[in-house]
Antibody, heavy 115, light 107 residues
Framework: EVQLVESGGDLVQPGGSLRLSCAAS????????MSWVRQAPGKGLEWVAI????????YYVDSVKGRFTISRDNAKNSLFLQVDRLRAEDTAVYYC????????WGQGNVVTVSS | EIVMTQSPATLSVSPGESATLSCRAS??????LAWYQQRPGQAPRFFIF???TRATGIPARFSGGGSGTEFTLTISSLQSEDSAVYYC?????????FGGGTKVEIK
């Protein structure tokens, strides 16, 4: 069974940083692109970032470029999102998802940016 | 950026009836379109890829269609558990983008 389990969400002040993690199991992690998708309270889904199988190719939504960094550790079947210079508008549930279309999702992790 | 526009925003349908949700892309995306269902308080669930191919376990009463810029998701014989928000997503070009969602309510 495919499982994606996120962790690392927290309440953080504007300008602060967090590192989100996603532990993957039940599939060959090295064969898939992996993404982060977020959902602000009461809003729709927004794709945030994606990384290819070997970690060398990365893409981001414009609003997070230069502030967020996606990475992966294939030896540990793990996906990461380093989020820096956080803003109030980054407040959201952050989901780890498999692929370029998202056939499996984690349960979500809450990031709240507030003073 | 490819803008995805979904309509209507809300659809209210009686049990047993059918519902058609629309998704329009601001430029051609061939058939690189996926659909998701999200119930309140839950993570999204993958439903359709390639515009018309159902994911494993998705009932046949859900059907997707279209290509280029115009797409539909049809739910036939609506059931109470189909009450949810449905999102389309294009994966033809970076950045990946979602539509704003259509909320399906059961009367």
């Amino acid at each position: 069974e495919v499982q994606l389990v996120e962790s690392g969400g927290d309440l953080v002040q504007p300008g602060g940083s967090l590192r989100l993690s996603c532990a993957a199991s039940g599939f060959n992690f090295t064969r898939y692109w992996m993404s982060w998708v977020r959902q602000a309270p009461g809003k729709g889904l927004e794709w945030v970032a994606i990384v290819n199988q070997d970690g060398r190719e990365k893409y981001y939504v414009d609003s997070v470029k230069g502030r967020f960094t996606i990475s992966r550790d294939n030896a540990k079947n793990s996906l990461f999102l380093q989020v820096d210079r956080l803003r109030a508008e980054d407040t959201a549930v952050y989901y780890c998802a498999r692929g370029v279309f998202f056939d499996h999702w984690g349960q979500g992790n809450v990031v709240t940016v507030s003073s | 950026e490819i803008v995805m526009t979904q309509s209507p925003a809300t659809l209210s349908v009686s049990p047993g009836e059918s519902a058609t949700l629309s998704c329009r892309a601001s430029q051609s995306i061939d058939t690189n379109l996926a659909w998701y269902q999200q119930r309140p308080g839950q993570a999204p669930r993958f439903f359709i890829f390639g515009a018309s191919t159902r994911a494993t376990g998705i009932p046949a009463r859900f059907s997707g269609g279209g290509s280029g810029t115009e797409f539909t998701l049809t739910i036939s014989s609506l059931q109470s558990e189909d009450s949810a928000v449905y999102y389309c997503q294009q994966y033809n070009k970076w950045p990946l983008t979602f539509g704003g969602g259509t909320k399906v309510e059961i009367k």
